[in-house]
């Protein structure tokens, strides 16, 4: 009687489920969307948006004709850091096309403060963000912050309570 096999890791295992369905493009497109600032520098990411990859070949939107030949200059350095960044088997060319760069909004907090009302933003925004504290993701936080701030602002004031109302 033979024993078990050797384990495989947890990552093994997630790797080739992705790899036999077919999500491996799609989860590289994915970390590349969520790290591109990190991955190309503040300049080139606020010019610059990895739109999808398609066999093998990343579709990135450019800001403007100029950009556009900018990084056709810089085509084998970008496509050799994607691919150090991504695995050399998932991206193998770059494809550049002019378009809209989605804008991030990040709302400070001052601007969700004023949508909470002046009678209430100091307490409801520090209670907001004690709510938010434990979204690990800073995109989806502040986003949740905002769709928070925004139902608080609709809210009808209520009523001051005297000493004598007090549940």
């Known amino acids: 009687m033979t024993g078990p096999g050797p384990l495989d890791s947890f990552g093994n295992i997630l790797s080739g489920l992705s790899k036999r369905l077919g999500l491996e493009s ?3 497109e994915l970390r590349l969307q969520r790290r591109w600032r990190d991955i190309v520098g503040e300049p080139m ?3 610059t948006c990895p739109a ?7 579709y990135l939107i450019v800001r403007n004709p100029v950009w556009l030949q900018q990084l056709t200059f810089l085509k084998p350095a ?3 850091k994607l691919q150090a960044e ?3 088997e998932s991206l193998t060319d770059i494809a550049f096309r002019v378009g809209e760069i989605p804008v991030e909004t990040e709302a400070s907090p001052a601007t969700l403060a004023a949508d909470l009302g002046s009678t209430q933003s100091e307490k409801s925004w ?5 709510h938010t504290a434990m979204i690990q993701d800073p995109s989806i936080r502040e986003q949740f912050r905002e769709v928070i701030s925004r139902y608080l602002a609709q809210l009808p004031p209520r009523p001051a309570r005297g000493p004598s109302q007090v549940p």
């Open 26 to 28: 799609r989860l590289v």
């Open 78 to 80: 970008l496509l050799a």
């Open 45 to 47: 990411a606020s010019h």
């Open 126 to 130: 520090a209670e907001l963000v004690s």
């Open 86 to 88: 991504s695995g050399t």
């Open 52 to 58: 999808q990859i398609r066999f093998k070949k990343l």
